[in-house]
């Protein structure tokens, strides 16, 4: 079964700390994704990376870094927190080369910022 | 450049009745077309997808969805409700051609919430 895990459900944290958010994905995928998810606005690109060490920005990277240094892994940092930050976080990946698949998600990780 | 439109942020039907969530989308080339459906609190799960070929789909859980180019719509349809479907759900559609390193992109709506009534 494939699978992208999210390293918490839930996380708080104080303005101006530094945030990590951690993926992993079991599929040996090239592509992976951060998304965040506000009420409304669906689901907007943060950062997407199609091979280890290669970044590319989305849609929102502002406030936002990103880090690949393993295929399996792909980091999402928050340099320093701000509570416009506070969201829902989506990670997903896909593989490369075959255009009709799908992107597979993690179960997301819910970000609120004091 | 390519868009996605849900029409309705909610939407609400009574147990056995058709549901109906609306997507239309725009798109310079042929377009690749999906559903998600994310359950509280849980990520987005594939519902279905259109590639090439029939433009009748069918997909988990009872719902199908049909491609239609001339309406530029991909609007996703289940006969008779059922409780557990109450969840939102996004249409989302990726381009049709490669360019280098985001083949992988894709643009999603802004999602629609369904609820279920008994």
């Known amino acids: 079964d494939v699978k992208v895990t999210q390293s918490s459900r839930y996380l708080v944290k104080r303005t101006g700390e530094k945030v990590f958010l951690e993926c992993v994905q079991d599929?040996?995928?090239?592509?992976m994704f951060w998304y965040r998810q506000d009420p409304g606005l669906g689901l907007r690109l943060i950062y997407f990376?199609?091979?280890?060490?290669?970044?590319e920005k989305g849609d929102i990277p502002e406030g936002y870094s990103v880090s690949r240094e393993k295929k399996e892994r792909f980091s999402l940092i928050l340099e320093s927190a701000s509570t416009n930050q506070t969201s829902m976080y989506l990670c997903?990946?896909?593989?490369?080369?075959?255009?009709?698949?799908?992107?597979?998600f993690g179960p997301g990780t819910r970000l609120t910022v004091l | 450049a390519q868009s996605v439109t849900q029409l309705g942020s909610h939407v609400s039907v009574s147990e056995g009745a058709l549901v109906l969530l609306r997507c239309n989308y725009s798109?310079?080339?042929?377009?690749?077309l999906f559903w998600y459906v994310q359950y509280p609190n849980q990520g987005l799960q594939l519902l279905l997808k259109?590639?090439?070929?029939?433009?009748l789909v069918k997909g988990i859980n009872g719902f199908e969805a049909e491609f239609k180019k001339s309406e530029t719509s991909f609007h996703l349809t289940k006969p008779s409700a059922h409780m557990s479907d109450a969840a939102e759900y996004f249409c989302?559609?990726?381009?049709?051609?490669?360019?280098?390193?985001?083949?992988?992109?894709?643009?999603f709506g802004k999602g629609t919430k369904l609820s279920v009534k008994p």
């Open positions: 997903a990946s896909s593989p490369a080369g075959d255009i009709y698949n799908e992107q597979f």
């Open positions: 599929m040996d995928h090239e592509n």
């Open positions: 990376s199609y091979d280890v060490k290669m970044k």
């Open positions: 798109s310079s080339v042929p377009p690749y």
């Open positions: 259109y590639t090439t070929g029939a433009t």
């Open positions: 989302a559609v990726r381009l049709g051609v490669n360019y280098g390193g985001s083949q992988g992109n894709l643009i």
